[in-house]
């Protein structure tokens, strides 16, 4: 029995020394082993070798307690009692280190899960992170761009005004010019008219001189 708990013991104690420290792939195949150990009927076996340590502890114990009570009824102790005496508190030592052991090993699976949950949730969200600032660089880029853009427009349209400026001032000067024209048509229509008067009234004093002109020759 207590060769048995000894091999426990040493057991529990390479285990736990491998899930404190880091060597190679070994804390990582007694990370699977002890998930493994956790899942189906795992947790129940580790709760029964659990409770029969337990009582063997409290058996161990309760030994302990009866031989010394027996002792001080006595007066002395027999080798016997003696021999049973260190053979108990050994197993009860044993058992509490392989309890004791258990559970140390047990807080350090679980926290060990946590940590690892923990890195990848650091590292999803440093991915996140590093995902934002990659937008927030493309939208700063698109904004430098769209503002490009703009000044681009603004200058353009600037351009069109100024362009459009100049062609009401065509417009405007063309029309003063053909109202201008159309004052000079109006008045050289004027003096046609009255040119083609006097050259009406010119021609009846042509036909009224020529018609005297014959009268004094008759």
Not at 18 to 45: C, F, H, N, S
Not at 56 to 73: A, H, M
Request: net charge neutral.
């Amino acid at each position: 029995m207590i060769q048995v708990l000894f091999l426990v013991l040493f057991a529990e104690g390479a285990v736990a020394f491998l899930l404190m420290l880091k060597i190679g792939p070994l804390r990582e195949l007694v990370m699977k082993t002890l998930d493994q150990l956790k899942t189906g009927k795992g947790p129940a076996t580790m709760k029964t070798l659990a409770c029969t340590l337990a009582v063997i502890f409290l058996s161990s114990i309760v030994n302990i307690l009866n031989i010394q009570k027996r002792g001080l009824k006595l007066g002395t102790v027999t080798p016997m009692d003696q021999v049973l005496w260190r053979t108990h508190v050994l197993e009860a030592s044993l058992t509490g280190y392989i309890l004791f052991l258990a559970f140390v090993i047990d807080r350090l699976h679980h926290y060990l899960c946590k940590l690892t949950n923990l890195k990848k949730t650091v590292i999803s969200s440093r991915d996140e992170v590093e995902e934002l600032q990659k937008e927030q660089l493309r939208f700063k880029e698109k904004e430098i761009k769209s503002s490009d853009e703009i000044r681009k427009l603004k200058d353009e349209i600037s351009v069109l005004n100024e362009k459009l400026q100049k062609l009401k001032s065509d417009s405007d000067d063309q029309e003063k010019r053909a109202i201008s024209a159309e004052a000079h048509v109006s008045a050289l229509q004027k003096q046609c008219e009255e040119l083609l008067l006097e050259y009406d009234r010119l021609l009846e004093d042509n036909q009224i001189l020529q018609a005297q002109a014959l009268g004094y020759r008759s």
